[in-house]
Nanobody, 124 residues
Framework: QVQLVESGGGLVQAGASLRLSCVAS????????MGWFRQAPGKERVFVAA????????YYADSVKGRFTISRDNAKNTVYLQMNSLKPEDTAVYYC?????????????????WGQGTQVTVSS
């Protein structure tokens, strides 16, 4: 059974940085693309960023492009999300997900395993 465990969330002021981590177990990490999604209170879960199995390709939502960076360390079974210049509108629960072998990197239904989420709160 695949398990994804996120960490690194917290309460920060606008303009600060956070780095989220997601450690995966249960199947060969290095052959699956990974993604980060977020869900703000009362809103749908939306795509944030994704990275191919090798790390050679990355994808970002327009709202985070230039501020967030996704990366992975296949030797550590870990994917990261470096978040800089945080804004209050980045406040959400952030989820990492492991993509099935097909489907759009941007679509929720392309991912078949999800973590439990980590809260990020950005105060103004």
């Amino acid at each position: 059974q695949v398990q994804l465990v996120e960490s690194g969330g917290g309460l920060v002021q606008a303009g600060a940085s956070l780095r989220l981590s997601c450690v995966a177990s249960g199947r060969t990490f290095g052959i699956y693309a990974m993604g980060w999604f977020r869900q703000a209170p009362g809103k749908e879960r939306v795509f944030v960023a994704a990275i191919s199995w090798s790390g050679g390709s990355t994808y970002y939502a327009d709202s985070v492009k230039g501020r967030f960076t996704i990366s992975r360390d296949n030797a550590k079974n870990t994917v990261y999300l470096q978040m800089n210049s945080l804004k209050p509108e980045d406040t959400a629960v952030y989820y990492c997900a492991q993509r099935a072998n097909s489907g759009s990197y941007y679509a929720l239904n392309s991912y078949d395993y999800w973590g439990q989420g980590t809260q990020v709160t950005v105060s103004s």
